[in-house]
């Protein structure tokens, strides 16, 4: 006698107060373009600004970077997600071109502390990003 029926009420805070795995995701993500986007602006300012081509793409990538990081914590979409995994992509692709091809007559080697933390940054980004968009369209 004294127990209810029905549904019970939330607990203060509630369950939007905990992070769910696929916020955590999004945040790995946020932070893995923002190291890359860091690693770029560096390499800018230490002589790729006077790379023609390249060197504004880098500044590009560090703006572009700093901007979708905030929109993948900040805006709960999928759209900065899908821009997570682009921006991994595609600029671990110009890496990979500069390391193989040449990418706007600048060829890079895979050695160095700056390109083996932003190709891995990048590959995280991908992933993370990945998996929140996963984790976000089976709720």
Do not use: K
Not at 87 to 92: D, I, P, S, Y
């Amino acid at each position: 006698m004294g127990t209810t029926s029905g549904p019970v009420p939330p607990a203060p805070g509630g369950a939007h107060h905990r992070p769910s795995a696929a916020r955590g995701w999004r945040w790995v993500a946020a932070i893995a373009v923002l190291v890359s986007a860091g690693v770029h602006v560096l390499l800018y300012l230490d002589g790729y600004d006077t790379i023609e081509v390249v060197g504004p793409l880098f500044l590009l990538n560090a703006v572009a970077g700093l901007v979708l990081a905030v929109l993948l914590v900040a805006w709960h979409h999928w759209l900065p997600l899908v821009g997570g995994i682009g921006f991994g992509a595609l600029t671990l692709l110009a890496f990979v071109l500069s390391t193989t091809v040449g990418f706007y007559g600048v060829s890079e080697s895979f050695a160095g502390t700056n390109e083996l933390v932003a190709a891995g940054a990048e590959m995280v980004a991908v992933v993370a990003a990945t998996v929140a968009l996963l984790r976000e369209s089976l709720r």
